[in-house]
């Protein structure tokens, strides 16, 4: 009775994982949670009041299938800050990244188009591809190139049929950001090859060091997808955006129109304060928390013998090599969890590509639950 394309659909590892975090909790247990991809702290508080306000005036009815004109107002005033000019028609409001996936699947892929996506990487990118048909092509990404592709890993992995490549930077799981060189020539590429080049910077704010804000800065042709889930702080509000060539604005307007009808329309006037003085300080404190975290949990990881073979700019995550335990990835987290009750992802959630050497760990709790984590790893190795 259900479709084919359900057997190619791989259940996630990390809901496994928080299903028997949670059976040990109700046992009794404190497990610490280094397995969830979302922030652990919750919507800034201006946002939330702009949210119930919001809902007391009646913010309840449809939008307009691309958002309301404010927001996307808005969003093109956050990257006139990061020194790009983006017109407001050229930005889609969406349900979440995830809604923007759906939306440039439906836009760019014919059954039987390949679309080029790493490995390791985000692991849902491959089923946004299929639901149309589409085929996606993981790339090997490897610490040699910061788990990033580079142009000649593009060239090699072109075929015929190839449509489009979807990159991420940061990335999920590995935190790690397309170089900005790198960046330019792929685009580059794809553009002789009348390709197209979707970049997810769902992670964008949430980076450390001299690097771009976003990848329009580099190029004007990508099809951008991005959210206020990760930085925002707005996970469960479900919205996001994705920035669209012009030329595309009408077919992306008639998608939206037929598979959502709208965003979320409460979120969307809740996040009419998120780029706010108010909000954006808060925003900026929870990054630079995170770059503390960062530090310590690399740090901490690096004293207990573990490899982490690319120190990332981004996102909350670090990709840790555990191969000098004896373990592959996926018995480590049981056993770290059924054990120490520590809870990680295995590398086998993010792709094929030795993922039986590396776990996810994000950093996406408190310092103190960090260090808990660190006192039951090294138990752990003691005694393994
Ligand atoms: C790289 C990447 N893209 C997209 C998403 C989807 O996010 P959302 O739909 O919450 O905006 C995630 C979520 O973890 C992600 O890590």
């Known amino acids: 009775m259900f479709a084919q394309r359900l057997d190619k659909i791989a259940p996630f590892r990390v809901m496994e994982v928080l299903a028997r975090a949670g059976e040990l909790e109700a046992a009794g247990h404190e497990v610490v949670h280094l397995e969830v991809g979302e922030p652990d702290f919750s919507t800034a508080a201006p946002i939330v009041e702009a949210g119930r306000v919001a809902l007391a005036d009646g913010k309840t009815k449809y939008t307009a299938a691309t958002g309301i004109i404010p927001l996307r107002e808005k969003i093109a005033a956050h990257y006139a800050e990061l ?25 760019l892929l014919n059954p039987g188009d390949e679309i080029l996506i790493t490995d390791p990487g985000y692991p849902c990118n491959e089923v946004f591809a299929q639901l149309v048909g589409g085929v996606p092509r993981p790339m090997i990404v490897t610490a040699n190139n910061g788990f990033q592709p580079k142009v000649t890993d593009i060239r090699d992995a072109w075929t015929a049929r190839t449509k489009g490549v979807l990159l991420a930077s940061p990335a999920n799981p590995t935190g790690t950001m397309l170089h900005s060189s790198d960046l330019q020539e792929i685009a580059g590429y794809v553009a002789n090859q009348d390709g197209f080049f979707v970049l997810d910077e769902i992670y964008q704010g949430l980076v450390r060091g001299e690097v771009y804000r976003t990848g329009l800065s580099i190029s004007q042709e990508l099809f951008i997808l991005n959210s206020f889930s990760k930085y925002f702080g707005m996970t469960g509000w479900r919205l996001g955006w994705i920035v669209v060539p012009e030329q595309a604005i009408e077919y992306v307007t ?108 994000a950093y996406t709790t408190s310092m103190a639950s960090i260090d808990l984590a660190l006192d039951r790893l090294a138990q752990a190795l003691q005694a393994w």
């Open 254 to 361: 008639r998608l939206a129109q037929n598979l959502f009808i709208c965003p979320s329309t409460p979120a969307q006037y809740a996040a009419l304060s998120a780029f706010d003085l108010d909000s954006m300080q808060i925003h900026e404190e929870r990054a630079r928390e995170f770059d503390a975290r960062c530090e310590r949990l690399y740090e901490g990881l690096l004293a207990l013998g573990f490899q982490i073979p690319v120190r990332p700019n981004g996102a909350f995550y670090l990709y840790v090599d555990v191969s000098h335990t004896g373990l592959t990835s996926t018995e480590f987290c049981q056993r770290l969890l059924d054990e120490y009750f520590v809870a990680v992802t295995p590398g086998e959630d993010f792709g094929a590509n030795e993922n039986d050497r590396y776990v996810r760990f």
């Open 83 to 107: 020194g790009v000019e983006v017109c407001p028609e050229r930005i889609i409001i969406t349900s979440g990244a995830s809604g923007g996936l759906t939306l440039l699947s439906a836009l």
